[in-house]
T-cell receptor
Framework: DADVTQTPRNRITKTGKRIMLECSQT?????MYWYRQDPGLGLRLIYY???????NKGEISDGYSVSRQAQAKFSLSLESAIPNQTALYFC???????????????FGEGSRLTVL | RKEVEQDPGPFNVPEGATVAFNCTYS??????FFWYRQDCRKEPKLLMS???SGNEDGRFTAQLNRASQYISLLIRDSKLSDSATYLC???????????????FGQGTELSVKP
């Protein structure tokens, strides 16, 4: 089984619908992240969490919300999906490394979302 | 100007060739640098971390030039299996102080041909 699991892997929805992407991890890491990837734009950080009680906005948080239900679970919600939120979404986890800050990022396999 | 910039390529090279990618960053306070590899829309995976003046791992060499604010990735003796997108990743002095801003470049596509 994968260390970082995302569900669903693929989803097609309509404008205005509420969508939740879920992420669970067995790495035992405190830090979890949500990124989106668009062609030509690389990965952009949406939200991140350093522990269960810590939630922070990333570069592009508008239109998204998150919930850290437990150390191992971090979900991303689109309250009212719009077509420009069509993208590949990645969840990631990491440890904290004192010398460099964040350690290696471990990504889930991605959730491909299409908003019609 | 983007905070982290890469030449998107694609770089098309024959097997056995040596290829180099550059990545520039705009935040002079950046302290940590990484190269990730991403295969065909799969998840990115860490290829190398780049510390101080650079490091080598087999056919791969990463260099850091703080004065010019760029890092490079050199791949020697290219293999077909090296075909992928290579992502440059930079973060600030402190993950906390920078508010969690780990910046990815847009990636450089490499295609190694027989």
């Amino acid at each position: 089984d994968a260390d970082v699991t995302q569900t669903p892997r693929n989803r097609i929805t309509k404008t205005g619908k509420r969508i939740m992407l879920e992420c669970s991890q067995t790495k035992g890491h405190d830090r979890m992240y949500w990124y989106r990837q668009d062609p030509g734009l690389g990965l952009r950080l949406i939200y991140y969490s350093f522990d269960v009680k810590d939630i922070n906005k990333g570069e592009i948080s508008d239109g998204y919300s998150v919930s850290r239900q437990a150390q191992a679970k971090f979900s991303l919600s689109l309250e009212s999906a719009i077509p420009n939120q069509t993208a590949l979404y990645f969840c990631a986890t990491s440890d904290f490394v004192a010398s460099v800050g964040t350690g290696e990022l471990f990504f889930g396999e991605g959730s491909r979302l299409t908003v019609l | 100007r983007k905070e982290v910039e890469q030449d998107p390529g694609p770089f098309n090279v024959p097997e056995g060739a040596t290829v180099a990618f550059n990545c520039t960053y705009s935040n002079s306070a950046s302290q940590s640098f990484f190269w990730y590899r991403q295969d065909c829309r799969k998840e990115p995976k860490l290829l190398m971390s780049v510390y101080s003046s650079g490091n080598e791992d087999g056919r791969f060499t990463a260099q850091l030039n703080r004065a010019s604010q760029y890092i490079s990735l050199l791949i020697r003796d290219s293999k077909l299996s090296d075909s992928a997108t290579y992502l440059c990743v930079v973060n600030g002095r402190s993950w906390y102080n920078q508010g969690g801003k780990l910046i990815f470049g847009q990636g450089t596509e490499l295609s190694v041909k027989p």
